[in-house]
T-cell receptor, first 115, second 112 residues
Framework: DSGVTQTPKHLITATGQRVTLRCSPRSGDLSVYWYQQSLDQGLQFLIQYYNGEERAKGNILERFSAQQFPDLHSELNLSSLELGDSALYFC??????????????FGPGTRLTVL | GESVGLHLPTLSVQEGDNSIINCAYSNSASDYFIWYKQESGKGPQFIIDIRSNMDKRQGQRVTVLLNKTVKHLSLQIAATQPGDSAVYFCAENRGYGQNFVFGPGTRLSVLP
């Protein structure tokens, strides 16, 4: 158990819908990272927050947004969902910024299926 | 559990042998690298990292080698065990404020 929790574990929804994925980092960790993992594109970094502020951005679509709240939990919002958004979404956390010299701990993931 | 990358390259090794997993990275400006292990149905797990001012770093049963000249990273696992069976990813970071870019992964299969 990494100490990072993600809810829900599984999510099934329809195209065009909007969903919110939630992540609670390990106690004391200030950074939260979101990743998407699909069979055809592997693991892709989406976005990172450090202590409530956005710090790094990866291949995140405009239809997707995220935020980190004062209690350090984070939410990833996915809107206007398409079939291609079906994937595993992982959250990770680390004590410091950007995971450099700070180990990233991954949650168990949320499996999103868009029908 | 979930299957990750059904068509990943696979490395099969005998239990007790050493494993070497390779990764070619793309950006010569990358200066920080991480190896991750992902078991079926789980999230990636940090194994070891290395900065570009080093060419070798050792952990417990694992060694990472970095060759900046040819932009190549390798992960060596000593005395491979059944519990090492997983998909292994390398990730490169291109500097402060930049994102991590992950390799496609290699599936390690440990044979009894």
């Amino acid at each position: 158990d990494s100490g990072v929790t993600q809810t829900p574990k599984h999510l099934i929804t329809a195209t065009g819908q909007r969903v919110t994925l939630r992540c609670s980092p390990r106690s004391g960790d200030l950074s939260v990272y979101w990743y998407q993992q699909s069979l055809d594109q592997g693991l892709q970094f989406l976005i990172q927050y450090y202590n409530g502020e956005e710090r790094a951005k990866g291949n995140i679509l405009e239809r997707f947004s995220a935020q980190q709240f004062p209690d350090l939990h984070s939410e990833l919002n996915l809107s206007s969902l398409e079939l291609g958004d079906s994937a595993l979404y992982f959250c990770a956390s680390s004590a410091g910024n950007l995971g450099r010299n700070n180990e990233q701990f991954f949650g168990p993931g949320t499996r999103l299926t868009v029908l | 559990g979930e299957s990750v990358g059904l068509h990943l390259p696979t490395l099969s090794v005998q239990e007790g042998d050493n494993s070497i997993i390779n990764c070619a990275y793309s950006n010569s400006a990358s200066d920080y690298f991480i190896w991750y292990k992902q078991e079926s149905g789980k999230g990636p797990q940090f194994i070891i990292d290395i900065r570009s001012n080093m060419d070798k770093r050792q952990g417990q049963r694992v060694t990472v080698l970095l060759n900046k000249t040819v932009k190549h990273l390798s992960l060596q696992i000593a005395a491979t065990q059944p519990g090492d069976s997983a998909v292994y990813f390398c990730a490169e970071n291109r500097g402060y404020g930049q994102n991590f870019v992950f390799g496609p992964g290699t599936r390690l299969s440990v044979l009894p």
